[in-house]
């Protein structure tokens, strides 16, 4: 266990890395996590846990497939239900990753450098969580194929490209793909550090098969470089679109709260709220379990709620948005959905969306929040119980009462519904975990650029 | 062991810090050596100037990948919605462009994106499981806190002596020879 932390005076900001490392230092220490033939405790502890959940979530799925989507809470009116609040409140989180690593590359935040890798595994993981949501509620995965993807089969039939429906199954798919390609170029010389330090000859090949010859010439490196930082600069119109994407789900549809211009960027702030949210997290206990605090400082905290103060006040304000564009387009249905999310029935799921997204983390204003680690986890639970809230509040509630009253219904999940929920989170822990104890969780090779010897002087 | 085109592969010497390494590095550009390389454990712009390989073919490779994700997301929109299943929604025109946008960006980043990196991955010649620099005593510490300058045999300049008296003159840790 490393040393405490130490908050500097009034004034002065925590350094992104401790004091006295070196290039070995770092490599070691960070190596060290996925070298050792000791395995801690809690590791094995959680990864049981996150794989009973993973059981949990696999015979939910299982039931699924043989009954179909019947067992869910599903109905007409609210035919999306939790496989659609789950879908976007996964995929949100999975924006952080891609913003830490590529937009804040870009604008050279070098703080950044601790947190990218795992801020990228947990994008990956994420989004697998979020994918498998539209794919279960199309209650036959096995032919989702073609009716997803452009696939030539013998019904002569295509997707409609007219829809945004189509379009979110591209967004999504990009983003997996650019995100896995993002994070596995950014292992490629950390693999071979893995290889060089290796202590047996059987982890030496798995890893020196990963990183596939990596030498670190400086021809490689060049370009490496280029393509890493085209990558960063692709990466971010992507991240940008895919949530508005996701929203355009919504907003490209007639149903009232759901038919307005801002939700795009109403959606992508949620996304890196929730995403930062996660980063903090999984980076708080994971720098308290494997003393990393030298790696992963306050500095790093600090910032993360920042991001979150700055995403959640355009998040409240685009809450304000919502109730004061029902009442100023003056029409009846508008008017109602915001009179249904006051006074409806699921009233009360709305008030706790304002608590935890707006009134709760006001807290991060406090210099002794952002400073306390346990203070910040418990915020970033808070967020990312209010971004769930927010997304439920969204499908439920416009669908729940649109145009003809005899039309109206209610919603309520299933305890399959939350079988499949925890599950996820069972599936998404234990990838996450594994990844840990097997890939360096932070870059090695960006994290020696920051100390002062890695400058060449003049 | 494969032998190579001459009894060894280089001359390779090892620093300890970014600072000599450039220095040697410049040295030796400046001395008419072309075939060498550096070896370092994170990217150093200063060592890739220094021996006249700052130039690359990967931003050519992504823009390629780019435009041919581009053209081939909307026109796949355009066969599928125009000539091979046309279907009348809601009024709009078989070929409703602005519908066909989204995909379109979305093809046009995944193409270059897998452009960029697998362009990067074939350029760089990997992935290459052998490579004689592998041999030289130390060179683990490539990619952990040492800096390396490998002056290859193939160039016409080389000579065993000659090379080594040049990169002594550089104080180096070590100086070794790389068997192919």
């Given at each position: 266990?490393?040393?405490?932390?130490?908050?500097?005076?009034?004034?002065?900001?925590?350094?992104?890395?401790g004091?006295?490392?070196?290039?070995?230092?770092?490599?070691?220490?960070?190596?060290?996590?996925?070298l050792?033939?000791?395995?801690?405790?809690?590791?094995?502890?959680?990864?049981?846990?996150?794989?009973?959940?993973?059981?949990?979530?696999q015979?939910?799925?299982?039931?699924?497939?043989?009954?179909?989507?019947?067992?869910?809470?599903?109905?007409?009116?609210?035919?999306?239900?939790?496989?659609?609040?789950?879908?976007?409140?996964?995929?949100?989180?999975?924006?952080?990753g891609?913003?830490?690593?590529?937009?804040?590359?870009l604008?050279?935040?070098?703080?950044?450098?601790?947190?990218?890798?795992?801020?990228?595994?947990?994008?990956?993981?994420?989004?697998?969580?979020?994918?498998?949501?539209?794919?279960?509620?199309?209650?036959?995965?096995?032919?989702?194929?073609?009716?997803?993807?452009?696939?030539?089969?013998?019904?002569?039939?295509?997707?409609q490209?007219?829809?945004?429906?189509?379009?979110?199954v591209?967004?999504?798919?990009?983003?997996?793909?650019?995100?896995?390609?993002?994070?596995?170029?950014?292992?490629?010389?950390?693999?071979?550090?893995?290889?060089?330090?290796?202590?047996?000859?059987?982890?030496?090949?798995?890893?020196?098969?990963?990183?596939?010859?990596?030498?670190?010439?400086?021809?490689?490196?060049?370009?490496?470089?280029?393509?890493?930082?085209?990558?960063?600069?692709?990466?971010?119109?992507?991240?940008?679109?895919?949530?508005?994407?996701?929203?355009?789900?919504?907003a490209?549809?007639?149903?009232?709260?759901?038919?307005?211009?801002?939700?795009?960027?109403?959606?992508?702030?949620?996304?890196?709220?929730?995403?930062?949210?996660?980063?903090l997290?999984?980076?708080?206990?994971?720098?308290?379990?494997?003393?990393?605090?030298?790696?992963?400082?306050?500095?790093?905290?600090?910032?993360?709620?920042?991001?979150?103060?700055?995403?959640?006040?355009?998040?409240?304000?685009?809450?304000?948005?919502?109730?004061?564009m029902?009442?100023?387009?003056?029409?009846?249905?508008?008017?109602?959905?915001?009179?249904?999310?006051?006074?409806?029935?699921?009233?009360?799921?709305?008030?706790?969306?304002?608590?935890?997204?707006?009134?709760?983390?006001?807290?991060l204003?406090?210099?002794?929040?952002?400073?306390?680690?346990?203070?910040?986890?418990?915020?970033?639970?808070?967020?990312?119980?209010?971004?769930?809230?927010?997304?439920?509040?969204?499908?439920?509630?416009?669908?729940?009462?649109?145009?003809?009253?005899?039309?109206?219904?209610?919603?309520?999940?299933?305890?399959?519904?939350?079988?499949?929920?925890?599950?996820?989170?069972?599936?998404?822990?234990?990838?996450?975990?594994i990844?840990?104890?097997?890939?360096?969780?932070?870059?090695?090779?960006?994290?020696?650029?920051?100390?002062?010897?890695?400058?060449?002087?003049? | 062991?494969?032998?190579?085109?001459?009894?060894?592969?280089?001359?390779?010497?090892?620093?300890?810090?970014?600072?000599?390494?450039?220095?040697a590095?410049?040295?030796?550009?400046?001395?008419?050596?072309r075939?060498?390389?550096?070896?370092?454990?994170?990217?150093?712009?200063?060592a890739?100037?220094?021996?006249?390989?700052?130039?690359?073919?990967?931003?050519?490779?992504?823009?390629?990948?780019?435009?041919?994700?581009?053209?081939?997301?909307?026109?796949l929109?355009?066969?599928?919605?125009?000539?091979?299943?046309?279907?009348?929604?809601?009024?709009?025109?078989?070929?409703?462009?602005?519908?066909?946008?989204p995909?379109?960006?979305?093809?046009?980043?995944?193409?270059?994106?897998?452009?960029?990196?697998?362009?990067?991955?074939?350029?760089?010649?990997?992935?290459?499981?052998?490579?004689?620099?592998?041999?030289?005593?130390?060179?683990?510490?490539?990619?952990?806190?040492?800096?390396f300058?490998?002056?290859?045999?193939?160039?016409?300049?080389?000579?065993?002596?000659?090379?080594?008296?040049?990169?002594?003159?550089?104080?180096?840790?070590?100086?070794?020879?790389?068997?192919?």
């Amino acid at each position: 266990m490393a040393a405490p932390d130490i908050l500097p005076p009034k004034g002065v900001r925590p350094p992104i890395i401790g004091p006295g490392q070196t290039f070995g230092t770092i490599t070691d220490r960070i190596a060290g996590i996925v070298l050792t033939k000791h395995t801690p405790v809690f590791w094995v502890l959680v990864v049981a846990f996150a794989a009973a959940l993973f059981g949990m979530l696999q015979t939910a799925v299982a039931y699924l497939l043989f009954k179909g989507t019947g067992i869910w809470g599903i109905t007409i009116p609210i035919g999306w239900g939790f496989a659609i609040v789950n879908f976007v409140w996964w995929i949100g989180i999975g924006h952080a990753g891609t913003l830490i690593s590529a937009i804040l590359l870009l604008f050279k935040q070098t703080w950044r450098t601790s947190i990218n890798r795992f801020a990228e595994a947990m994008t990956i993981f994420a989004v697998m969580q979020a994918g498998l949501f539209p794919l279960i509620h199309t209650g036959r995965p096995w032919l989702a194929a073609y009716w997803l993807f452009p696939i030539p089969n013998t019904m002569g039939i295509w997707p409609q490209f007219r829809s945004p429906l189509i379009w979110d199954v591209f967004a999504v798919s990009t983003y997996f793909t650019v995100s896995f390609l993002f994070w596995g170029i950014g292992l490629i010389p950390d693999f071979a550090t893995l290889r060089d330090s290796a202590k047996t000859l059987v982890v030496r090949r798995i890893y020196g098969m990963l990183a596939m010859g990596w030498r670190g010439s400086a021809k490689h490196w060049n370009r490496y470089e280029t393509a890493y930082m085209l990558l960063a600069g692709l990466a971010t119109p992507l991240v940008l679109s895919v949530h508005s994407v996701v929203s355009l789900d919504f907003a490209v549809s007639v149903v009232p709260g759901w038919h307005t211009t801002f939700f795009p960027p109403y959606f992508v702030a949620g996304a890196i709220y929730s995403g930062f949210a996660m980063v903090l997290m999984l980076a708080i206990p994971f720098r308290y379990l494997y003393g990393m605090q030298d790696f992963i400082t306050l500095r790093h905290l600090q910032n993360s709620a920042k991001v979150m103060l700055a995403t959640g006040m355009i998040v409240a304000y685009a809450y304000g948005l919502e109730m004061f564009m029902g009442w100023y387009s003056q029409d009846k249905y508008e008017l109602a959905m915001v009179n249904n999310r006051l006074h409806g029935p699921y009233s009360f799921y709305y008030y706790m969306l304002i608590l935890c997204n707006i009134l709760i983390p006001q807290s991060l204003w406090l210099n002794s929040v952002r400073s306390t680690p346990w203070k910040l986890f418990l915020v970033a639970i808070v967020v990312n119980t209010g971004m769930w809230l927010e997304r439920f509040v969204i499908v439920v509630m416009s669908l729940q009462r649109d145009f003809i009253p005899s039309s109206w219904g209610m919603y309520w999940f299933t305890k399959w519904d939350m079988m499949i929920f925890i599950g996820t989170m069972g599936f998404f822990t234990l990838l996450f975990f594994i990844f840990i104890r097997l890939m360096p969780a932070i870059s090695i090779f960006e994290m020696r650029t920051l100390i002062p010897q890695a400058k060449v002087k003049e | 062991m494969k032998a190579g085109p001459g009894p060894i592969f280089g001359l390779m010497a090892e620093f300890e810090t970014p600072t000599e390494l450039v220095h040697a590095a410049k040295g030796a550009y400046a001395a008419g050596y072309r075939k060498m390389d550096t070896y370092t454990p994170y990217p150093l712009e200063e060592a890739a100037e220094a021996i006249g390989a700052h130039h690359n073919r990967v931003s050519l490779i992504v823009l390629i990948g780019a435009m041919l994700g581009m053209v081939g997301g909307y026109s796949l929109e355009y066969w599928v919605s125009v000539i091979a299943y046309p279907i009348n929604s809601g009024g709009k025109p078989f070929h409703s462009w602005p519908a066909f946008i989204p995909v379109t960006f979305e093809c046009a980043i995944l193409g270059a994106s897998l452009a960029a990196v697998f362009g990067m991955l074939a350029l760089n010649g990997l992935p290459q499981p052998y490579h004689p620099v592998f041999n030289a005593p130390n060179f683990v510490r490539a990619s952990k806190d040492r800096f390396f300058l490998c002056i290859e045999a193939q160039d016409p300049r080389f000579s065993p002596s000659d090379t080594r008296k040049l990169l002594e003159s550089f104080q180096p840790e070590e100086i070794t020879e790389v068997p192919y």
